[in-house]
Structure formats: C-alpha cells, structure tokens
C-alpha cells in the first residue's frame, strides 16, 4: 500500500508516524509519571494525618458547696456518636483533650475505620467505612510505627487507598483511606487533554511534513520533469540549476554530466556519420566510375584500351583496399570507449614492437626507394590488449613511413616504458600538433595521400584504453616529428 502513494505523501506519512510515535511515548512517560506524583502525594496525605489516641466524654457535675464543679470523663469507643463528645469546659485544663476534641468536632480530610479485635468496624466521625481484610487484624497489638498499605473498597464501592496503623490501645487497627475518585478524575483529564494535543501534534506533523516534502522534493520533481522532457524530446541540451552541496545537489551534478555526456557522444557520432560519408564517398566514387566504363564497354562492343582497361581494374582495386581498411577503422571507433584498460592480461611490449615492426617493413620496402627501420628495443610489460596495442604501433610506424623521404631512415626506440618512432619528413606545423588525433582530420597538405585520418585515432584510444598516453611533437632538430607512446609497466615480467 505505502508504494503505491507518492513519495511526497509517503514521506509526510512516516513524518507523522514518527511523531506520532514520539508525542505517544512523550504522553505516556508523562501520565504515568503525574499518577505516580499524584498517588505518592495521596499517600503522603493519608500517613501524614493522625490518628485519636483516646475518645472521652465529659460528664458535668453540679457545683459543691464551695463553688468547684467537679468534672468525671467517660472513655467511649471510637465508634461513638460525635455529639456523645463533650468539649471539656474551661481553657486551659487538659489541653491535649481540648485539642483532641477540636480535632474531631467536624469530618476528617482523611477517613478514618476503627476496627476491633473481631473484625467488626465502624466509621469514626461520620467517615465512611472501609471493608476490613483478615490481614488488617495481623497489626493488632503492633508497635505503633507498623503500617500496611494496600488498595481496597468502601461500604459505598468506592476505590480507595488504605493505610492500615495499629490502635493506641491495642484493642484493634485504623484504617486510614482516602478515595482514588479525584485522582482517577485528575487523571481522566491529563488524559484527555494528552489525546487532544497528540491529535493536534499529529496533524501538525502531517501537514509540516507535506509542506516539507513538497519543498525539498521539488527540486526532484524539477529532474523528473526534465527527465520527461528529455524521453518525449530527445533534447539532451537541457540542463539542472546546482546549488548546494546536498545529495539533491550531487544528482543534479550527475543528471547535468549524463545529459553533457549523452550530447557529446551524440554529436560525435553525428560527426562520424558525417566524416565517414564523405570519405567513403570519394572511393565508391571512383569505383563507381571504373564500373560504369567497363559495364558501357561491354554494352557497346567497344573494347577499352589495353591500357586503360588495365588502369581502371587497379584503380578499382585500390579503391577497394582503401574502402576496406577504411571500414575496418570505423567499425573500430564504432564499438564503445573503455575507461578503464580493456584486459587485465599482461602483455610483452617489446613483443607488440616487434611484431608491428615486421608487419610494417614491407611497406616501406616497397617503396621506389625503400624507407628503412631501425630499431632499438628494451623488455617492457604492460597490461592491456596486445592486439589494440599491436595495431596502435602499426598505425604510429605507417604514419612514419607514409611521410618519410625516400631512402630515409625511421628510428624506432622502447625505453623505459616509452615508445618513440621517429621520421624526417615534412613534419606537422605547431598550429595542426593540437588536431593529429581527431576523427578523420588530415593535414591539408597530405590531403592528396592515401588514407583515411583514423590511423591515429585509433592509436590514442587503444593507449588510452591501456592507461597510457600518445603525443606528437616536432623533432628535436626540426627535421621530421616524434610520435611518444608511453605505458604503465616495470622491465620484468
């Protein structure tokens, strides 16, 4: 049910579940500790009240013959009638009876349950009864600080609290209680007044928590949108406002870097596309226009010039060559970029060298003048694809070649983890070292060449996919350009 709801009702609801939870626990520590206050004080009051040693009546005589009246006191049960209870006339005689008397003209705060030796009570001075128990009498003849509290019921039904002392002369016990009815009422009201603040507190955090959630969930309601937007439209421009350093903050980073991201790989397909079309064009092109003049040809029953028929075959075939290896490199840069080295297997990079070195020097003994290839090579291990990495070096030696005079001489040294392959041809002008390894950009004054201006793109990504780096600097003396491939590794395996 909870995941059906929005998360902004959701959040609202576990906010006011929790304070829910908080405001009932808070209620509750609270009544419980006011009804121990309230019982601990009823107690108190209940032993604090005192209880009659001795209940007298006196008894007045007719004044003697020398004017003194002569007083008899009668000692009464404590069960007595109060108007049995004469005030003894005279102050200041007998003062602890004046007192006593005093004490008990009217009604006591604290009832009070006189209880013989049999069990028999009564209710002292209109106090109403309280049921004895058999265990009451236990405290008969006790000393007079032995006391007994439990819970208990009047003669009306009433819940009361009993405290139990033993009588001055040991004929019987006291009950002393008072009635739970006002701090059951007393209680009654916290409780209420409790429920209504809960109720209202409850609310309170209900609402505070949709307003909350409303405000720190709009700025997700603000990516959703955009991420709608951006499904419906495929308008990846849009962008997030990023303030903060919160978690909103960080995802609003992310959306910004994925939507940036998705752009650029968008565009440089659309740039692949377009590159890729206009060089494969110049080739069908061509072959094209062979096929054409063959076919026509044929059709006509006019035969072509042995030697022209000869030149349009190898230009097609040529054309065919470079048709080929140009889909092959772009079926390369086709397949995703790695950001972390595609393999994890140890590779031999003086092997890779080798290898590309052998694959290489035909091409440039073909040549009219052969371009030769000089090597210098050190141990050198790496991780990655030796085949990327092979194809890397085979890129960097045909460019070399490619440019070299006729019967130069290209350098080829590993050292230390670094690959320099050295020419001394024409060179790259400082303005163009910044473009040698984009997509299809060739130096406008080797536009004319054969190739297709992947070679070297494809080299800096299978480095990069290794972990190392590519560059392509003018030579030191200024005669030719330097390529430096360098790579993470040690000298022994």
């Known amino acids: 049910m909870m995941r059906r709801l929005p998360l902004r009702s959701r959040l609202a609801l576990l906010s006011a579940v929790a304070v829910a939870l908080a405001i009932a626990a808070v209620s509750l520590v609270s009544w419980f500790a006011v009804r121990d206050r309230l019982y601990g004080q009823m107690d108190s009051a209940i032993g604090s009240s005192q209880t009659p040693p001795l209940f007298a009546r006196y008894v007045h005589a007719e004044p003697d013959m020398s004017g003194q009246v002569s007083q008899t006191q009668v000692t009464l049960s404590p069960c007595a009638p109060p108007q049995q209870l004469e005030p003894r006339p005279g102050p200041g005689t007998d003062p602890g009876h004046e007192e006593q008397n005093q004490l008990f003209s009217q009604p006591p705060a604290t009832s009070l349950t006189f209880v013989d030796a049999r069990g028999v009570g009564c209710g002292v001075l209109n106090s109403t009864e309280v049921k004895s128990e058999p265990g009451d009498l236990d405290l008969v003849g006790a000393p007079p600080d032995a006391r007994r509290w439990r819970d208990g019921v009047d ?25 739970f009815q006002a701090v059951d009422d007393s209680l009654t009201s916290l409780a209420w007044l409790l429920a209504a603040l809960s109720a209202l507190g409850i609310g309170g955090a209900a609402t505070a928590g949709l307003l909350v959630s409303r405000a720190a969930l709009r700025p997700v309601h603000q990516l959703t949108d955009a991420v709608e937007h951006v499904a419906r439209t495929e308008d990846l421009t849009i962008r997030m406002p990023v303030s903060g350093d919160d978690e909103i903050a960080r995802l609003s980073e992310s959306f910004n870097a994925m939507t940036a991201a998705l752009q650029a790989s968008r565009d440089e397909q659309k740039r692949l596309v377009d590159d890729a079309g206009h060089e494969l064009r110049t080739p069908l092109t061509s072959l094209r226009t062979a096929i054409d003049l063959l076919i026509r040809s044929e059709e006509s029953g006019r035969a072509l010039p042995e030697g ?38 140890p ?28 090597a210098k090579i050190e141990p050198w291990f790496t991780h990655g694809d030796a085949a990327s990495l092979e194809r890397a070096v085979v890129n960097l030696l045909d460019n070399a070649v490619k440019f070299a005079p006729p019967g130069s001489e290209v350098d080829v040294r590993l050292m230390r983890g670094e690959l320099t392959v050295r020419d001394r041809g024409p060179g790259v002008p400082p303005e163009e070292l910044p473009h040698v390894f984009e997509r299809f950009w060739r130096s406008p004054s080797a536009r004319a060449m054969p190739g297709s201006g992947l070679g070297l793109a494809i080299a800096a990504r299978a480095v990069r996919e290794a972990g ?24 022994t395996e």
């Open 155 to 179: 003669v009306k039904g009433q819940q009361v609290r009993v405290e139990v002392v033993p009588a001055p002369r040991g004929d019987g016990v006291f009950l002393k209680s008072q009635p």
């Open 308 to 345: 022209k028929r000869t030149e349009l075959l190898t230009g097609a075939r040529t054309q065919m060559r470079e048709l080929t290896v140009l889909i092959a490199d772009l079926l390369e840069l086709s397949r995703p970029e790695q950001a972390a080295p595609a393999a994890t297997r």
């Open 347 to 374: 590779v031999a990079l003086h092997d890779v060298v080798e290898n590309a070195i052998e694959r290489v020097r035909p091409r440039g003994a073909a040549r009219e003048i052969p371009v030769t290839i000089a």
């Open 468 to 491: 190392g780096s590519v560059t392509l600097e003018a030579a030191p003396d200024g005669v030719g350009a330097v390529a430096r491939l360098r790579l993470p590794g040690a000298g």
